[in-house]
């Protein structure tokens, strides 16, 4: 039998820290009700006994309505529950104490962890839990969740309280405004220090907020987040593929020892195989560089600054700040973005979000927009280069608002939207646990969808590139037949083709744009230098580079993030306008191109 | 003196009277903290003037002044 607990608090209180130190890493992550939250679950035992916990949502209140707020309501009145962990801040313990309050008149058992203690010390703060504990008449436990100060006394009263040892409702505690009882309760349990000291978020908002070097900074940090990850997932990429390459020969012995016929082999091997460690070799290093890296900037507690900074630019478009954030998940990859649309408060906004993430373009495109910059416009001038990537970003930012404008215009009026921003104090991070869990929260489940995809794509390119009709292979005939709306475009057939049939993964646009081109029956691994030769060969000049990198920025997200915004938005109506918006965009984008370069006589 | 809490200069504090933000928003920022006698500073403007950030029970907020004005605060 497992006793079963429900975690909830505020955001920023380190729910997360304390639920990992508690489960370690047993843990799985599912939807509740068909509802959009996901709940991570995990199990512990202590002195014999299970514990199952669940992370909820973090949340300020629990009447306010909004998704997750409804989702915690509802699973925490739930039979089940054994016991309600609530976990406020000792830093700031009026404002946190609000929700364990207001919980307190549904009269459920409940424990309450006081986290951040160390915190609070070296701030001077002196917080009395007994007596705390006195006047709630539930159980009260500081903890340090970080150093993992205080668990073993924590598990201790959840299961006394589980076991029904400890009283731990509250009874008669009658609330007549939660916020003003947290406040007197503040008054009565904690003694502020005796001088204030020197408060280290005043001084780096100074710096990080200031009107001018707030934005340099951000454009700092935000180009060196990509030169790490593009220049440090390189070399691992290619090692990967060098082991792919030599790993190859198992599946080929085994073939030839099961004696498998040759259409089946090439299938097998040139079809699934090299696709998917194509996508492993190319998506793995820049997934695991960029998200660890982007978490610890969320753990630091910068990125409400950056929305604080944005949110003039994007109230202008209808959304918000918290908006630009979801853009930054989306450069990672569009389907983390479009998941990360959840902490927009109002739906209106989270819609826009979603639909426009794909606006942005992901790790999977970085590496052919580089090769085709380089390639075919900027040459061996790697100072050029960089400048075209940031007008294309620039770019990629500019239709993102101008599409949010034309969203919120035609979505309708919302009834009434604020806009309310928490900025937390700065946190040393917790470097060990942000690798290991963006490590496996948002890498490997990007990668595990990616390579699902993959695999059937991977035969269906193999089939394409193989099955002739009438004395020319499948993949012949579709350029040919897309060779007419392709050229309207500026491209190719060809070109269209291996976008299309990329759609599963970016990463494979550029090597399906490779295999059709040649004419080559299966993707390669084929080194850039290599690549740039055959297309040269193949007649690709400047204006076909140029017209190929707009429709690579603006065209259908990939099958992973149309699946994900469908998931989020639970309709097949708005996955569709997520794949025809930017493409829309980048069709208008090469048109104008074309009509550009014939006025121009170029 | 009372004035809506978007005109709170930077530095200032005031001590809030009455939270006049539309539902169910209004519950939200009384949930935060945004109650009547609590007191609020003013923190900094952002870039471009709005939103602002303010300061209360020691946690930082930003609020846009399409908001901030339907909080009435008294200054002294």
Known sequence: MMWEIALVGNPNVGKSTLFNGLTGLHRHTGNWAGKTVELAQGRYRYKGKGYTLTDLPGTYTLWGGSPEEQVTLQYIQRESIDCILVVCDATCLERSLILPLQLQEKGLPMVLAVNLMDEAEERGLQIDTGMLEARLQIPVVPISAGKKQGLERLQETLRQVCEGYLPATGQGMQVPSAPETAAELTEACVKPPKEPRPDLTRRLDRLLLHPVGGYCVLLALLLLLFWLTIRGANYPSRGLQWCFDRLRYFPEQAAQWLGLPPWLRGLLLDGVYTTVARVTAVMLPPMTIFFPLFTLLEDFGYLPRVAFLLDSAFRKAGTCGTHALTLCMGLGCNAVGVTGCRILASPKERRIAVLTNAFVPCNGKFAALLFLISFGLSGENSLLGALILTACLLLSLLLTLLAAKFLSKTMGREAQTAFVLELPPYRRPKVGSVLLRSLLDRSLFVLGRAVMVAAPAGALIWCCGHISIAGQSILTWGAQILEAPGSLLGLNGGILLAFLLGSPANELVLPLLLMIQTAAGSITGAEEIAMGQLLARNGWDWKLCLCTLVFFLFHWPCTTTLLTVKKETGSKKWMLLAALLPTAFGIVLCISLQLLFRLLGV | ?76
């Open chain 2, 1 to 76: 003196m009372e004035i809506g809490l978007d005109r709170l200069e930077v530095g200032a504090q005031g001590r809030i009277l009455q939270v006049g933000v539309p539902e169910p928003w209004g519950k939200r920022l009384e949930d935060m903290g945004f109650v009547p006698g609590t007191k609020v500073t003013c923190l900094r403007k952002s870039p471009l003037g709005d939103p602002v950030l303010y300061s209360l029970r020691g946690t930082g907020f930003a609020l846009r002044k399409t908001d901030s004005r339907r909080i009435l605060v008294e200054t002294e």
